[in-house]
């Protein structure tokens, strides 16, 4: 399993009760740097597969998710733990920077 596309239909069970750390990837089709950390956001969703949950918002498919998380720029990289935001990232990122985020 990769990443999990997530909606207002399924966020609280993908994302607040799920049992490691999840990586939400904020993205849009029309957004150059979310297309260029994708393929970045796949492979740690591989390789950390089953000590991480990684997750994808379409922030146009999903505003309201987008509007709850105070999302103003894209890509946007979040880290819950527990139900709770343990790190916020914005714009593209390395693959060390967002395995540092989630503590790996």
Do not use: H
Not at 4 to 26: G, Q, R, S, Y
Not at 50 to 59: A, D, H, L, Q, T
């Amino acid at each position: 399993m990769s990443e999990v596309n997530v909606t207002m239909n399924n966020f609280d069970e993908e994302v607040m009760k799920a049992d490691k750390p999840v990586l939400i990837d904020f993205w849009a089709s029309w957004c150059g740097p979310c297309k260029m950390i994708a393929p970045i956001v796949s492979v740690i969703a591989e390789e950390y597969a089953g000590r991480v949950k990684v997750c994808k918002v379409n922030v146009d498919d999903e505003p309201e998710l987008a509007n709850a998380f105070k999302i103003s720029s894209i890509p946007t990289l979040v880290v819950v733990k527990d139900g709770k935001v343990t790190n916020v990232s914005v714009g593209l990122q390395s693959k060390s920077n967002i395995c540092a985020l989630l503590g790996l």
